[in-house]
């Protein structure tokens, strides 16, 4: 790879040029990135770019620029190049410490939504918070609402706390331990995750993708379903009568999902596709028996 700074000043408009030339090896959306990455170097929109293509960049920009490329080359992801992800229009830091944003687990976010009375203040749990994306997409939609938000990685959960402070949301509670064993010992009227779901062995993992990502925020058992398993166990003592469990699983999971929900007596069991038509998501509703005298 010939750096930019061998060559002669590049304006706007050639070094996205010899952007694209170099990262059409590592994507298929080579323009989208090559914007991305130089909007970042310059601090400014994408839209810039386009109402200025003969600006020349500095020794320093070209320098930088050449570098985010090549890192992007390298398999690093455009996220973690640039520390940041947008998730339901919010940009979020992300760091190696987090998993990446996907947008099929913003369906976790709209069925929340829809589910839940907005008229009323409710208690949402969001566990394996990450980056906050989900706790703190329902922070903005529903300031109202008592947030909480679970990691169990000390540097994982400082990403998703600085990101809520950023956003002015610094009304989510967070929480560091495993699962619902973090939580407060409060009634919840839904808790949310997006757990690991990918099994040991799984030829997915060669993903380039995943190959840069924490392997304890994919991975999950033989099956992959090991954390649903104990996720589904372990709400049932924390959500209110009627609260729901909602649950992101892998495109081949939701049968088994369901049937976990069902032997653990969720009811109105329910799986949701993804904008790809994948199955993506699971509901369910937790009952209290009460025992007649």
Not at 50 to 57: G, N, S
Not at 155 to 165: C, G, H, R, S, Y
Not at 261 to 266: N, R
């Amino acid at each position: 790879m010939t750096t930019m700074t061998a060559l002669a000043p590049f304006t706007i408009s050639s070094a996205l040029e010899w952007a694209i030339a170099h990262l059409m090896a590592v994507t298929d959306v080579v323009e989208l990135e090559a914007e991305i990455l130089l909007a970042h170097v310059l601090r400014a929109s994408r839209t810039h770019l386009h109402a200025w293509p003969d600006r020349l960049l500095s020794e320093s920009e070209q320098t930088h620029y050449s570098q985010f490329v090549k890192r992007r080359l390298e398999g690093e992801p455009i996220a973690y190049v640039t520390g940041k992800r947008e998730f339901w229009s919010l940009e979020l830091t992300v760091t190696p410490d987090t998993l990446i944003p996907r947008p099929e687990t913003e369906i976790l976010v709209e069925l929340a939504l829809s589910k839940l009375n907005d008229d009323e203040i409710k208690t949402i749990a969001d566990l394996g918070t990450g980056s906050g994306a989900i706790a703190l997409a329902l922070a903005s939609e529903r300031p109202g609402w008592v947030v909480h938000a679970t990691d169990r990685v000390a540097a994982t959960l400082q990403v998703a706390k600085a990101n809520a402070v950023r956003l002015d949301l610094a009304h989510v509670k967070f929480h560091e331990g495993s699962w619902c064993e973090a939580l407060p010992k409060l009634s919840f009227d839904a808790i949310i995750s997006n757990p690991p779901y990918i099994a040991e062995g799984d030829p997915q993992l060669n993903q380039q993708v995943l190959l840069t990502e924490p392997r304890a925020a994919l991975l999950s058992g033989e099956d992959g379903l090991l954390d649903i398993r104990r996720i589904i166990q372990e709400a049932r003592s924390y959500l209110k009568s009627g609260g729901y469990l909602l649950l992101e699983h892998g495109a081949r999971q939701a049968e088994a999902v369901k049937s976990l929900m069902q032997q653990a007596g969720y009811v109105q069991i329910e799986s949701y596709q993804d904008l790809a038509g994948l199955d993506r998501a699971t509901i369910g509703q937790f009952q209290s028996v009460t025992i007649a005298s």
